[in-house]
């Protein structure tokens, strides 16, 4: 496949749920208690290798897209290794303190309107263990196209997993084994 040939796509679109990862990281490291508001809503200590799930996605093919949607105001401490990878960052405000599902929707959103204008994506790679995501995954197969997921092993919801042509454990990624 030639990545220029529009009917044999072979980019990679990646879209991360940024707070998401980070807090199955928050919760395996601090046992449950990044949800509770005062440690949410705090400047956040960096976890997430970047690295290593930039790499697991370029394994699938370029990257063409690389997004990752949060609140930033708390991800400070991650803009070195954000800026050297050239990630776009989608800023989201939440409405109120309990908001959810901000960044599914304007994932899930951005992602099909992402696939519906460039015809050389074939792989969508979503960084998270939301099962939200699983109406997203059945759209982008219908599409013709290969989805990929990657979450905490604790926090993953296993029909999200089941819902991708292929799934991966952040813990897997930067294990030594690995």
Same mark, same amino acid.
């Given at each position: 496949?030639?990545?220029?040939?529009?009917?044999?796509?072979?980019?990679?679109?990646?879209?991360?749920?940024?707070?998401?990862?980070?807090?199955?990281?928050?919760?395996?490291?601090?046992?449950?208690?990044?949800?509770?508001?005062?440690?949410?809503?705090?400047?956040? /200590?960096? =976890?997430?290798?970047?690295?290593?799930?930039?790499?697991?996605?370029?394994?699938? !093919?370029?990257? +063409?897209? %690389?997004? $990752?949607?949060?609140?930033?105001?708390?991800?400070?401490?991650?803009? /070195?290794? =954000?800026?050297?990878?050239?990630?776009?960052?989608?800023?989201?405000?939440?409405? !109120?303190?309990? +908001?959810? %599902?901000? $960044?599914?929707?304007?994932?899930?959103?951005?992602?099909?309107?992402?696939?519906?204008?460039?015809?050389?994506?074939?792989?969508?790679?979503?960084?998270?263990?939301?099962?939200?995501?699983?109406?997203?995954?059945?759209?982008?197969?219908?599409?013709?196209?290969?989805?990929?997921?990657?979450?905490?092993?604790?926090?993953?919801?296993?029909?999200?997993?089941?819902?991708?042509?292929?799934?991966?454990?952040?813990?897997?990624?930067?294990?030594?084994?690995?």
């Amino acid at each position: 496949m030639h990545p220029s040939d529009p009917e044999n796509p072979t980019s990679v679109a990646l879209y991360w749920d940024f707070e998401n990862l980070h807090a199955a990281l928050c919760e395996a490291r601090l046992e449950g208690s990044y949800s509770k508001q005062d440690n949410r809503f705090k400047v956040q /200590d960096p =976890l997430v290798n970047i690295q290593a799930v930039i790499s697991m996605s370029a394994s699938y !093919g370029p990257l +063409a897209i %690389n997004r $990752a949607y949060c609140n930033w105001q708390y991800f400070g401490r991650y803009r /070195d290794v =954000l800026l050297h990878n050239a990630m776009e960052l989608i800023q989201l405000f939440p409405p !109120g303190v309990s +908001a959810k %599902n901000g $960044a599914d929707i304007r994932l899930c959103l951005d992602a099909m309107e992402d696939l519906g204008r460039f015809s050389h994506i074939g792989t969508v790679v979503i960084v998270s263990g939301d099962s939200d995501y699983m109406p997203i995954a059945q759209k982008i197969k219908a599409s013709g196209r290969r989805v990929i997921g990657l979450g905490g092993r604790k926090t993953t919801n296993p029909h999200w997993a089941a819902s991708c042509h292929g799934f991966h454990f952040y813990e897997d990624l930067i294990s030594p084994c690995a």
